[in-house]
């Protein structure tokens, strides 16, 4: 009871105490929800609708991964398909555009380029607007189209269009000019900060680069995306990407830069065995890793568990962890510590001066 009696008689150094440990546990949490988030995100994408086996840049983390369709004439994807544990080679690719302010809990959109057949598209379904029309400029054709055209996920496309005057809305079938949506519209719908409106278009256009540029894409897509027609309006399973922007592939490419030179790159494959026995699978992953050397090929569902970047991320967390819970106790410890002495010391001099 001395402790805690003694607590109440220097408020303020409790309460800084208090608030320290109560920074640390915070700063916990925090970290643990950035990081989830982002093994969130992953995981929803390669655990649901992810094909057998994911292939990527043999280094480097997924974000970066960069590997030819094409070399020296032989296009991977038909030479993957040309073999007879091979169903489909889905070519994809994956990165993200930074927006001005948060959109929800991120301040980034996910955009995948895909091909009609590839898995995710598998089972997402056209959304039907209040009078059950399908929104889809051609229903029943393929979600992917042309180049020129996009598909947007109901979730973003019901955020959006619920912050913004009916004269804003997106339809579809009309003409968007996805860059001044997303750096300048955005900004003004889910922030408070509506000073983009005033720059100049050279501003804007300088500002949009500067946003493009930090989403590791392509600086110069801000003219690919200014005039897209929306397609359509998809749900999918997983939320992740039912809050993203698809495109065709050769869209999704001049937006991250890779057909510059006639390169034609992606950022991965997602291909679909024959078998599917896990002996079956972890055959062909060796197999294929010895033929394609500069390639790395995972099984999907080990993929979180087989690359390095994931592992640091848990590791981080354990540190993190052990860093907040010692600071926790000391900070404790610190509290009740001087409590003790302080009253120690008052009840020494106390009995100096006859106290008994």
Same mark, same amino acid.
């Given at each position: 009871?001395?402790?805690?009696?003694?607590?109440?008689?220097? !408020?303020?150094?409790?309460?800084?105490?208090?608030?320290?440990?109560?920074?640390? +546990?915070?700063?916990?949490?925090?970290?643990?929800?950035?990081?989830?988030?982002?093994?969130?995100?992953?995981?929803?994408?390669?655990?649901?609708?992810?094909?057998?086996?994911?292939?990527?840049?043999?280094?480097?983390?997924?974000?970066?991964?960069?590997?030819?369709?094409?070399?020296?004439?032989?296009?991977?994807?038909?030479?993957?398909?040309?073999?007879?544990?091979?169903? !489909?080679?889905?070519?994809?690719?994956?990165?993200?555009?930074?927006?001005?302010?948060?959109?929800?809990?991120?301040?980034?959109?996910?955009?995948?380029?895909?091909?009609?057949? $590839?898995?995710?598209?598998?089972? %997402? /379904?056209?959304?039907?607007?209040?009078?059950?029309?399908?929104?889809?400029? %051609?229903?029943?054709?393929?979600?992917?189209?042309?180049?020129? /055209?996009?598909?947007?996920?109901?979730?973003?496309?019901?955020?959006?269009?619920? *912050?913004?005057?009916?004269?804003?809305?997106?339809?579809?079938?009309?003409?968007?000019?996805?860059?001044?949506?997303?750096?300048?519209?955005?900004?003004?719908?889910?922030?408070?900060?509506?000073? &983009?409106?005033?720059?100049?278009?050279?501003?804007? &256009?300088?500002?949009?680069? !500067?946003?493009?540029?930090?989403?590791?894409?392509? %600086?110069?897509?801000?003219?690919?995306?200014?005039?897209?027609?929306?397609?359509?309006?998809? *749900?999918?399973?997983?939320?992740?990407?039912?809050?993203?922007?698809? &495109?065709?592939?050769?869209?999704?490419?001049?937006?991250?830069?890779?057909?510059?030179?006639?390169?034609?790159?992606?950022?991965?494959?997602?291909?679909?065995?024959?078998?599917?026995?896990?002996?079956? !699978?972890?055959?062909?992953?060796?197999?294929?890793?010895?033929?394609?050397?500069?390639?790395?090929?995972?099984?999907?569902?080990?993929?979180?568990?087989?690359?390095?970047? +994931?592992?640091?991320? $848990?590791? &981080?967390?354990? %540190?993190?962890?052990?860093?907040?819970?010692?600071?926790?106790?000391?900070?404790?410890?610190?509290?009740?510590?001087?409590?003790?002495?302080?009253?120690?010391?008052? +009840?020494?001099?106390?009995?100096?001066?006859?106290?008994?």
């Amino acid at each position: 009871m001395i402790v805690f009696r003694n607590l109440m008689r220097r !408020k303020l150094r409790t309460a800084f105490s208090v608030a320290g440990v109560g920074v640390g +546990i915070s700063l916990m949490v925090t970290l643990f929800t950035l990081s989830n988030d982002i093994l969130g995100q992953l995981t929803h994408m390669l655990e649901n609708d992810r094909g057998d086996l994911i292939v990527m840049q043999g280094a480097g983390d997924v974000y970066n991964s960069r590997i030819p369709r094409v070399t020296n004439g032989v296009d991977l994807g038909d030479e993957l398909e040309a073999m007879p544990e091979v169903k !489909k080679a889905h070519p994809m690719v994956f990165a993200w555009i930074r927006t001005e302010t948060n959109i929800g809990a991120s301040n980034q959109i996910d955009f995948y380029g895909i091909t009609e057949s $590839h898995p995710v598209l598998q089972s %997402a /379904e056209v959304v039907l607007d209040e009078s059950g029309k399908p929104l889809h400029t %051609a229903p029943g054709e393929p979600f992917i189209g042309r180049d020129d /055209e996009f598909v947007v996920g109901e979730e973003l496309f019901n955020l959006y269009n619920s *912050r913004v005057p009916e004269s804003a809305k997106l339809k579809v079938g009309q003409k968007v000019n996805l860059a001044t949506m997303l750096i300048d519209d955005l900004s003004t719908v889910f922030g408070e900060d509506e000073s &983009f409106s005033n720059l100049s278009e050279q501003e804007k &256009f300088e500002r949009a680069q !500067k946003n493009l540029r930090s989403s590791r894409i392509d %600086a110069g897509a801000v003219g690919a995306l200014s005039n897209l027609t929306l397609r359509a309006v998809v *749900r999918t399973p997983q939320k992740a990407m039912n809050a993203a922007l698809f &495109f065709s592939i050769g869209m999704a490419q001049t937006i991250k830069g890779y057909n510059k030179k006639n390169d034609n790159d992606i950022t991965m494959y997602l291909i679909d065995l024959v078998g599917d026995s896990p002996d079956e !699978k972890d055959a062909m992953v060796d197999r294929l890793n010895g033929k394609y050397s500069d390639l790395r090929f995972v099984r999907s569902d080990k993929f979180l568990g087989e690359i390095s970047e +994931i592992d640091l991320i $848990h590791k &981080f967390n354990w %540190a993190v962890s052990i860093i907040a819970a010692i600071a926790g106790v000391l900070g404790v410890a610190n509290i009740l510590i001087l409590s003790v002495n302080e009253r120690t010391r008052e +009840i020494g001099l106390l009995r100096a001066l006859g106290w008994s």
